[in-house]
C-alpha cells in the first residue's frame, strides 16, 4: 500500500520561512513533486524532483525562494520555504508515482498525500 505523508505546515508572518516534509512508503524511485491550491484556484505545480536528484524543475511563481530536495535514506522529500509571501498561502501536497509527461502537472502523478496547510500573514 503507498503511503504519501506531509508534514511541517503552519502560520507564519511574511518574510518568514517553512520547511515541509514528504515521506513515501510502499513505492519507490519515481519523480516526486510538490504541489498547491489555494482555495477558489486550480492546483499549481510547485516543485519536482528525480529519483537521483538530478533533475529539478520549480514553478516561476517560486524560482528562488523555494527549494526542493531529498534524503533517499529517509524515503524523504523536502520543500524549503523562504521569502514567503501571503499569495503562497495554500494546502501543499506531495504527489509521487509519475506516469509521464510534465512534472509538473497534476495529471502526471497517481499517488497523493492529504495535504499540508500553509498560512502567510502579511
Known amino acids: 500500500q503507498v503511503q504519501v505523508v506531509e508534514s511541517g505546515g503552519g502560520s507564519v508572518q511574511a518574510g518568514g520561512s517553512l520547511r515541509l516534509s514528504c515521506v513515501v512508503s510502499?513505492?519507490?524511485?519515481?519523480?516526486v513533486a510538490w504541489f498547491r491550491q489555494a482555495p477558489g484556484k486550480q492546483r499549481e505545480g510547485v516543485a519536482s524532483?528525480?529519483?537521483?536528484?538530478?533533475?529539478?524543475f520549480y514553478a516561476d511563481s517560486v524560482k528562488g525562494r523555494f527549494t526542493i530536495s531529498q534524503d533517499s535514506a529517509k524515503r524523504a522529500v523536502y520543500l524549503q520555504m523562504s521569502s514567503l509571501s501571503p499569495e503562497d498561502s495554500a494546502m501543499y501536497y506531495c504527489?509521487?508515482?509519475?506516469?509521464?509527461?510534465?512534472?509538473?502537472?497534476?495529471?502526471?502523478?497517481?499517488?497523493w498525500g492529504q495535504g499540508t496547510q500553509v498560512t502567510v500573514s502579511s
Open positions: 504527489a509521487t508515482g509519475f506516469t509521464g509527461g510534465w512534472s509538473l502537472s497534476d495529471l502526471s502523478y497517481n499517488y
Open positions: 510502499g513505492y519507490g524511485h519515481s519523480i
Open positions: 524532483i528525480s529519483p537521483n536528484g538530478a533533475r529539478i
